[in-house]
């Protein structure tokens, strides 16, 4: 059974670093209803994979072929050492829809 202290923890350079990187992902303005005219998608998904290729143990990072132009999917493989195993996926997704304040 694994245990929290099985985790490797962070250096303070990774941690800041990591820190960094979800400010600065915050800062896309990825909003569903202007997202596909402003190309914030577009920028979004190269600072994704910018982020993923510094991962060591992805590979195969790219945008999915049928996404639409406008809203590219970006795709990762974390290649396990039994590809006789049944394939985990992990879906997730960076677009938002917009509040209205008075509806807080």
């Known amino acids: 059974t694994m245990t929290t202290s099985d985790i490797p923890q962070l250096s303070s350079e990774e941690a800041e670093n990591a820190i960094q990187a979800f400010v ?38 790219h945008i999915l072929e049928e996404s639409p132009e406008h809203s590219p999917v970006v795709m990762a ?10 394939i985990i996926l992990l879906n997730s997704h960076y677009d938002v829809v917009p509040a209205v304040e008075e509806d807080w």
Do not use: M, N
Request: glycine content about 4%.
């Open 24 to 61: 600065k992902i915050l800062q896309y303005q990825t909003v569903s209803a202007t997202a596909p005219d402003t190309g914030a998608y577009i920028e979004c998904a190269k600072f994704l994979i910018e982020q993923l290729e510094s991962i060591p143990c992805l590979d195969d990072i």
């Open 77 to 86: 493989r974390w290649k396990g050492a039994d590809e006789t195993l049944p």
